[in-house]
């Protein structure tokens, strides 16, 4: 068996592992039992019930958190000149064409999404290679490939996120960091929760909803009860 550390012995005695919590019951405990000296970023583990054999039931898309995840987001807008204006208006970090596609083949990738418009797709497609394995590929299923410049970026800055179930058919994400107020990580929570059932596949059947765990960086996992979310 595994010797406990100090910390974990410490917090041993303030929850049950066994024993499912309510969300609000969970936000603090988790407080309780993180003792990191940095402002740890306070994560949910969902797990649904898909079979991820099978590409009609892929779950993935984005949503806007009502209080943001506590980083700002740098973005890079690619999009025809005509657009610029509209890109820089919007919040975007960084924004051209044939000149940023050229510093990310030369390895530049000091920004967290991209944003591009349908027609320049092709040109930066030819650098999946280099966007694909960092997770930063426009998307049309996660609205990154879009025309309405304007409103996605300003989402992304107001606290919008990606999420996806992984192999396991588990959505992995962070609901913000652990100095957030209960009810702003309460909010997050269950608006995050909404999205991802209003995306149900019409193939899931039975139980979509399987289990709900959230922790902080270095804390265990405390176990939700799912009606107190849903």
């Known amino acids: 068996m595994k010797k406990l550390t100090k910390n974990q012995k410490k917090f041993l005695n303030l929850y049950d592992y066994k024993k499912e919590y309510s969300i609000e019951e969970a936000i603090n405990i988790v407080k309780k039992i993180t003792y990191t000296k940095f402002d740890a970023s306070f994560d949910i583990a969902i797990r649904l019930g898909i079979d991820t054999s099978k590409s009609d039931q892929n779950v ?26 509209e890109a820089k208006e919007s919040g975007a970090d960084y924004l051209g ?57 300003d989402e992304i800055k107001k606290g919008r996120i990606e999420f996806r179930a992984d192999k396991l058919g588990i959505v992995h994400t962070s609901l913000g960091k652990i ?41 265990k996992g405390i176990k939700c009860n799912i009606n107190s979310l849903t």
Request: hydrophobic share 35%; proline share 5%; aromatic share 4%.
């Open 179 to 219: 100095s957030f107020p209960n009810d702003h990580l309460l909010n997050n929570a269950k608006e995050l929760i909404n999205t991802i059932v209003k995306v149900k596949p019409s193939t899931s059947k039975g139980t979509f909803i399987k289990s709900i765990s959230v922790s902080s960086t270095m804390s």
């Open 60 to 85: 993935r898309g984005t949503v806007v958190l009502p209080h943001g995840i506590g980083k700002t987001k740098t973005v890079l807008v690619i999009c025809s000149e005509d657009r610029y204006k």
């Open 97 to 153: 064409c044939d000149e940023y596609l050229t510093k990310i083949k030369d390895g530049w990738l000091d920004f967290d999404i991209l944003v591009t418009i349908p027609s320049l797709m092709a040109k930066v497609g030819m650098l999946g290679k280099i966007l694909g394995p960092k997770g930063l590929m426009p998307n049309l299923k996660t609205g990154t490939v879009t025309n309405d410049i304007a409103n996605t970026v």
